[in-house]
């Protein structure tokens, strides 16, 4: 199985995202290509559940953390973002079926 993980650092006004160390490499064999260790930092100023307020951003925060193409993570079979202790999933997207909406629409 084809898969992202990403670890999800809980902050008070948001969420810092990293790929997991050995999930980093993982992605580095299979699309032969540098994939560079980053962390992104998102606002959650809604404080609204993880789901609710990342599920339709996991596009662009996955493309930033990997600098992969859309084309290449919706060819993923599943990206899964958790807490890294003790680990713990806390999304899981399947970008084969996932939706997102044209931006500035309303899903």
Not at 39 to 64: D, G, H, R, T
Not at 92 to 107: H, K
């Amino acid at each position: 199985m084809q898969r992202m993980i990403v670890n999800v650092g809980f902050q008070f006004q948001g969420c810092t995202f990293r790929l997991h160390p050995k999930n980093r490499l993982q992605l580095q064999d299979l699309f032969r290509q540098p994939i560079a260790s980053a962390s992104v930092f998102v606002s959650n100023e809604s404080n609204q559940p993880f789901a609710v307020a990342y599920q339709s951003k996991w596009l662009p925060i996955c493309s930033l953390l990997s600098d992969l193409s859309n084309e290449q993570l919706y060819s993923l079979d599943e990206i899964v973002f958790q807490e890294p202790f003790p680990v713990k999933e806390i999304l899981t997207i399947s970008p084969s079926t996932a939706c997102i909406p044209a931006y500035g629409q309303a899903s």
